[in-house]
């Protein structure tokens, strides 16, 4: 992300400019520009074509790739990881900035191209996604930066004839202190990017206790780009001579076109170019994607029913598919599934109880929508040297030039894959079939000949949007001495790592158990079950993953077995995890942020009676524990405060964190009270934001923070603070009901009960 001269640009601002209605007009009117000023593509063919030479070299090391110093002391970097909002490029440079010996600020940071050198993170090459941008490659970029940094001093000491053991550097500066000479990073860039990398096992990293930057809330490089409107995402880029294109999927997965009934009609509306066929849907293109869209809605089209089965890519959606039947099989299914984690013999410690210490419970989770801001489009144009730019947002480029490369048939050589940055993301822009519009884009641009940019409306987004799995939990649970013996836990679903990558039927999809199986509570006996159920819906991942619907079902039903032990949660709590001091000091720290444990109910100063539920969760590599705030009012939940308290071992830019804690907040929030993808008929019920209610700012809660640096292993950032969230809440509602919430969203329950008054609670 460019960083520019902020304070003088917005000197330039003028109140008296009649201002364009749409957001993206109004700021760049405000700041007197225009468009298209940030060019993300430039120069990216020839970094490409570096990094695909970069045989031989562990990924990570080949500083050339990453880093371009250039004469007047910017420094470009291609990052590995798409930056969407989540602050991996500020990261990145505090990181890299931190070892190379440059401030933080003076970073221009891109969304680095494809090729081997980026394929940073162990195992799985290169994603952004997962919480794991930062955590796996932490070590990685720092060497990068000590290996520049190197080269640097290596290039000084030519310059300045001296031995390198007499130089140090001070920030963008080399420097001889003997002599009082120093050179500028940008006087040596030249020559030093042109030196071989060092070995990195001979580099010696900053000693932690000297760290300036990280651990530091350095400012984030991104915010003046979005906040004035000059941050180009994939819906902005223009190549010339290119026509735009819109679609009409069908109404169901598995659908195909039989004609066009009114095709004449439509090829007669303005400005239509041309109308195509495609899998499952119909485009039309146009000059302007206005005239396109027009005439794809104005498309009358002869589907054709599916044959019942998945079809190449697509699912098969049944016409009598409702969500609520779906969900209702699911909560009635009596098997056991594969084995997720066996510890002791839950089985027979349940068989051999007596009923009245056995509790048991089914809970349900619900399909939701990512629902990010950004309608996701792609820019496709064939070129006459018989190579292909794509333009798409994507969090796995290698994975995404090896599909189109096996689409289209060419080499990926021959390939150009560029990477904007997302408008909001938590996990669409994986590779999923049939949810994206680049290989429509493809197709179009093959037939037209020309480039074509396809955006698709919100309502084919919601038509084909991926959807977080749903599912049903039995749970099961003996209490013997005031806590919990045994635990059974099955979990009918289809896991979305199974969904998007295909069933191996003798394993377990670790996606669809995690915040259910692995948990640290001291509970001797353990059972967690994986039963698949494959779903009509696409399904992709979602921010938290399994975590986000798991730890609402064992966090809730952990209250619950308080509640038959007879033990307050809280004191339960830190009972079965009193030999985990990481955990326990988490514990004690979101109590103590909240100014002391209190259940409730109780009267607050603005007179509603209010309960407070606690909740805890270990996603992603880290720890987090919340304590929320509730009363109801007319019937509806509110959430009035969300104290929440995350140990990620280590950090490297606390604003960023906390500012994710309180995005995710929002979000599980929002998952709890109001979001849920509805079908009927095979059909969603919304196709837009109207009829999919999402949290409003006068929902929003009061979020508290409190960030542990236990020193612990790091773990991930952008998704462990909203696991926490949603059963915090339920369980302080069901407290303050007197009865058990057991489904999610809250907007579905009924919540006339009369609340339990502070006088007659025990």
Not at 264 to 286: F, K, P, Y
Not at 673 to 700: C, D, Q, S
Not at 702 to 708: A, G, K, L, R, Y
């Amino acid at each position: 992300m460019k960083n520019l001269d902020a304070k003088n640009e917005f000197l330039q601002l003028n109140q008296d400019t009649p201002v364009n209605v749409s957001r993206r007009h109004f700021l760049l009117s405000s700041v007197g520009l225009a468009a298209g000023a940030f060019v993300l593509s430039v120069g990216i063919p020839l970094r490409q074509t570096r990094a695909a030479q970069a045989g031989g070299m562990a990924a990570g090391t080949r500083v050339p790739a990453f880093l371009r110093i250039t004469a007047d002391n910017k420094i470009y970097f291609q990052s590995p990881f798409v930056e969407g909002g989540q602050g991996v490029f500020t990261a990145m440079a505090q990181i890299i900035g931190e070892e190379l010996d440059a401030e933080p600020i003076k970073f221009i940071v891109e969304n680095a191209p494809t090729g081997p050198d980026y394929q940073v993170v162990k195992g799985f090459g290169r994603i952004t996604g997962g919480s794991m941008s930062v955590q796996t490659s932490y070590s990685t970029m720092r060497k990068l930066g000590a290996l520049a940094r190197q080269m640097l001093l290596q290039a000084g000491a030519k310059a300045l004839n001296v031995d390198v053991s007499e130089l140090t550097t001070t920030p963008g500066k080399v420097v001889h202190l003997k002599s009082n000479r120093s050179l500028d990073y940008g006087q040596l860039a030249e020559q030093a990017m042109g030196l071989p990398v060092p070995d990195p096992e001979s580099i010696k990293l900053r000693d932690p206790k000297d760290f300036r930057w990280i651990g530091a809330p350095v400012e984030r490089l991104d915010v003046y780009m979005k906040s004035t409107g000059k941050a180009e995402y994939c819906i902005d880029i223009k190549v010339d001579d290119m026509l735009h294109a819109a679609v009409k999927h069908a109404p169901r997965l598995g659908m195909t076109v039989s004609s066009i009934t009114n095709l004449e009609q439509v090829n007669a509306m303005r400005g239509v170019h041309s109308v195509h066929i495609l899998e499952g849907a119909v485009a039309v293109v146009a000059p302007h994607w206005w005239d396109a869209k027009r005439a794809a809605d104005a498309a009358q089209v002869d589907w054709i029913e599916p044959k019942g089965e998945a079809q190449g890519s697509m699912r098969f959606m049944p016409a009598d598919f409702s969500t609520q039947s779906f969900n209702d099989m699911l909560a009635a299914r009596k098997e056991r599934g594969l084995d997720a984690e066996v510890k002791g013999n839950a089985s027979k410690v349940l068989s051999d109880a007596k009923d009245d210490t056995v509790i048991e419970a089914t809970y349900r989770t619900q399909h939701l929508r990512h629902a990010q801001l950004e309608p996701p489009s792609a820019l496709a144009r064939f070129n006459t040297d018989g190579s292909l730019d794509v333009w798409c947002p994507n969090q796995a480029p290698d994975m995404f030039l090896a599909d189109i490369a096996k689409r289209t048939g060419l080499a990926e050589d021959k390939i150009h894959l560029h990477s904007p940055i997302l408008g909001g993301f938590f996990g669409r822009h994986f590779l999923y079939h049939a949810a994206s519009p680049y290989p429509q884009a493809i197709i179009l641009a093959k037939k037209v000949g020309k480039p074509i940019k396809l955006i698709w409306s919100r309502e084919e987004e919601f038509l084909r949007d991926t959807v977080r799995p749903m599912a049903a939990v039995r749970l099961k649970a003996a209490i013997s001495n005031n806590k919990p013996l045994a635990l059974d836990i099955v979990s009918s679903t289809e896991g979305p790592t199974d969904a998007i990558w295909g069933r191996n039927p003798e394993k377990v999809d670790p996606t669809a158990v995690e915040g259910l199986a692995g948990k640290a509570y001291d509970i001797p006996h353990v059972r967690v079950g994986y039963d698949f159920v494959k779903s009509p819906m696409m399904q992709g991942y979602w921010r938290s993953v399994g975590n986000s619907m798991n730890d609402f079902v064992y966090e809730c039903f952990f209250d619950e077995m308080a509640d038959k032990a007879g033990v307050d949660p809280m004191q339960m709590r830190q009972q079965l995890l009193q030999e985990n001091k990481r955990l326990s000091h988490l514990l004690n720290v979101v109590v103590e942020s909240s100014g002391g444990w209190k259940r409730g109910p109780f009267t607050a100063e603005d007179g509603s009676v209010r309960a407070r539920g606690i909740a805890m969760a270990a996603p992603f590599g880290s720890h987090a524990a919340a304590i929320a705030e509730v009363s109801i009012e007319k019937g509806k939940v509110r959430v009035h405060h969300i104290w929440e308290a995350i140990d990620p071992g280590s950090i490297v830019n606390p604003a960023i964190i906390k500012a994710q804690i309180q995005s995710a907040a929002a979000m599980g929030v929002s998952q709890v009270l109001f979001e849920e993808v509805i079908y009927e008929k095979g059909l969603p019920l919304a196709r837009n934001y109207n009829k999919y209610p999402m949290i409003r700012p006068t929902h929003m809660p009061e979020v508290h923070v409190s960030i542990i640096e236990s020193g612990e292993k790091m773990g991930g950032i952008g998704e462990p603070g909203l696991p926490a969230v949603s059963p915090a809440i339920v369980n302080a509602v069901s407290h303050l009901l007197g009865r058990r919430i057991r489904r999610i969203p809250l907007s579905g329950v009924m919540l006339e009960d009369k609340t339990k008054s502070p006088s007659n609670m025990t």
